[in-house]
């Protein structure tokens, strides 16, 4: 069972559920999308141990996720996204801060990074979106199934399953409690999220990212090319690439102690 947050109401009667523990410089966790996707789901071991390297460490539910608040009347944008993230940061009276983002909450990163410089101050990136045209990621195999599955009627815990096993490498490393989370969370999505969203591709505007950079791509991520590492690689003036083979798309799951060290001796710097 998802362990419960905390809760705090910020413009537009909206409510975000998160999980803020720890002291120190902040870090703020940026989940990615998916079916039954919130910050627990993605990041629930990686926040302890950013925690216990002596972080305040941030871990929201994104608007449309997790137990945050779902508006149905609502144009899911890089821009409506971070305008929420902004407003919780402000309600918890943080105004500098790093970014952790995977997938979605990698676009968002990158997005927060070009919009508010003076705020962000470092970039932990895995696969992030907004580096290729919609139409390079509606080709990926993993994106065409969660369209297809989630958008084609009704969720069941096998196509939880189908759709989980696409995510690493490896697929045995999916366990009962990773599928039960996301059954969890299944009832309370609605489809308004995916069928709205609307992420552009920043690849002109990286290199106006001039703070430093550490980004994580598994090689055989089947969600979002890996050529993209290149795109920030060439594009950044301070980023560090790191590929790992026999690597999906959740890096900070698949090689959870490598990530994890390389994120605490990155923010640490």
């Known amino acids: 069972m998802i362990p419960q947050g905390s809760y705090i ?37 990686n926040f302890f141990a950013l925690k216990e390297a002596g972080f305040r460490v941030i871990l929201p539910d994104l608007p449309g996720y997790g137990f945050s608040s779902k508006p149905e009347d609502e144009t899911y944008s890089l821009d409506y996204f971070n305008s929420k993230i902004l407003q919780l940061l402000d309600a918890l009276k943080v105004e500098s801060f790093s970014l952790i983002g995977n997938s979605l909450g990698g676009a968002l990163a990158l997005g927060l990074a070009l919009s508010h410089p003076k705020r962000v101050e470092k ?17 990926m195999p993993g994106i065409q199934k969660l369209l ?4 084609g009627g009704e969720m069941s815990q096998e196509k939880i399953e189908g759709l989980l096993s696409l995510f690493p490498h490896d697929p045995s490393i999916i366990t009962e409690e990773m599928v039960a989370d996301r ?12 069928a709205s969203m609307t992420i552009p591709n920043m690849e002109k505007d990286l290199s106006k990212i001039k703070h430093p950079i550490l980004a994580f791509w ?16 060439e594009s950044c003036p301070n980023a560090q690439i790191m590929l790992f083979s026999q690597c999906g798309h959740w890096v900070m799951i698949e ?11 990155f923010l640490s710097v």
């Open 148 to 151: 297809t599955d989630f958008l």
């Open 183 to 194: 059954m969890e969370i299944l009832p309370l999505m609605n489809s308004q999220v995916l």
């Open 218 to 233: 598994g090689i055989n991520d089947q969600f979002i090319p890996v050529s993209g590492s290149m795109k920030i690689g």
């Open 9 to 45: 109401d910020v413009e537009d009667g909206f409510k975000f559920h998160y999980y803020d523990e720890g002291d120190g410089d902040v870090v703020v966790l940026l989940h990615g999308s998916g079916t039954g996707a919130s910050g627990h789901t993605n990041f629930k071991n």
């Open 255 to 265: 090689k959870e102690q490598i990530f994890n060290e390389a994120c605490i001796n």
């Open 123 to 139: 970039l932990i990136l895995m696969a992030p979106g907004g580096v290729e045209d919609q139409e390079t990621y509606n080709k």
